[in-house]
């Protein structure tokens, strides 16, 4: 048993840490073992830790966050892997970072990948349709963006509203514009307030040379240059920039590098979301023999949930009116 084992399990009650972990969810295990793809534990802390838990009677191999008698050792909590680590597993410059910033030797080496995992796994409100609250379809046909508003609705919630007799936008109540130089005129108006999302698509315009529009690159990228310094919310501009997406382009990424473990899980996280490519991507990794009955079991399972959360009547009789009337 190491100095730092012998410690903590001297100095912390016999009761904490044990199988019954009042106040923790039991979904989630707090400093559990790195997953696959994930940077392996050093084999001293890992002994260390092991020996300690075993001295706590704990189930898991690795003990909850540092009691105050830990952090008068020097014991600091990974903001990566969120393991409970000794400090000179840290360099002077971590080691003076608060833990929600702090990384261990092993996370800098890898590349924070174990972070990257951990972020974007879900939809955000953003991604949701403003009318009805559930995720936009990732099918742009189904999806109408109104420029007086620059909110995008979904087909079944402007069904709705017809259906009501409602012809106006559903999100704002403005009149839609009958001409090209009408809706120009209202994203613009939407740009001057520093609507991201007018950026976006008003240097679209720009670019691709649309509603009358000269093709004018230059302004294309003053537009969206403008548009990044929004800060974090002004990169959600359009829906090609929703989670799954780079989620899915990090994959390809990382499978041409060849890292198919990597992309694989990258995969997995945007099938998840209801990406259908990024299904099928994983059944290709399972005919290929790079990945399991299992991941593709998970992923099947996951891109079920998603897609059922995206669905509605409203929407189902939508998409069906758009495919019989062939547009």
Do not use: W
């Not at 008003?202 to 000269?214: D, P, S, T």
């Not at 899915?248 to 060849?258: M, Q, T």
């Not at 299992?294 to 099947?300: E, G, H, S, V």
Request: glycine share 10%.
């Amino acid at each position: 048993m190491t100095e730092l084992a012998r410690r903590l399990a001297e100095e912390t009650p016999p009761g904490e840490g044990g199988g019954q972990r009042s106040g923790r969810p039991r979904g989630r295990e707090y400093n559990r073992p790195a997953e696959r793809g994930g940077a392996a534990v050093p084999s001293e802390t890992a002994n260390a830790l092991a020996v300690v838990a075993a001295a706590r009677g704990a189930v898991s191999p690795f003990p909850p966050p540092p009691s105050p008698q830990c952090k008068e050792i020097g014991v600091k909590t990974c903001g990566a892997c969120s393991r409970m680590l000794p400090d000179d597993v840290y360099s002077e410059k971590q080691r003076g970072m608060r833990q929600s910033s702090r990384r261990c030797e092993v996370c800098v080496a890898a590349g924070n990948e174990l972070v990257l995992m951990k972020e974007g796994l879900t939809f955000l409100e953003e991604d949701d349709c403003p009318i009805c609250q559930l995720p936009l379809p990732h099918d742009v046909d189904e999806v109408m963006l109104k420029e007086c508003c620059m909110k995008a609705v979904c087909n079944g919630c402007i069904l709705a509203a017809r259906k009501r007799g409602m012809l106006d936008c559903p999100f704002c109540r403005t009149s839609q514009p009958k001409t090209n130089i009408q809706a120009l005129i209202m994203i613009q108006k939407r740009v001057d307030a520093g609507d991201p999302v007018a950026m976006f698509h008003l240097g679209a315009k720009h670019e691709n040379a649309r509603y009358g529009l000269e093709k004018d690159v230059m302004r294309a990228i003053e537009l969206r240059g403008e548009r990044h310094g929004q800060g974090s919310q002004a990169l959600r501009g359009s829906s090609d920039e929703r989670r799954c997406f780079p989620r899915y382009n990090l994959g390809c990424v990382e499978k041409d590098a060849g890292n198919h473990d990597l992309a694989l899980q990258h995969r997995m996280i945007s099938a998840a979301m209801g990406h259908d490519d990024s299904l099928t991507a994983v059944k290709t990794f399972l005919m290929a023999g790079l990945a399991t009955k299992a991941d593709y079991a998970a992923a099947l399972r996951g891109f079920q949930m998603a897609t059922d959360g995206m669905s509605s009547s409203n929407r189902d009789e939508a998409k069906a009116l758009r495919e019989r009337n062939g547009s």
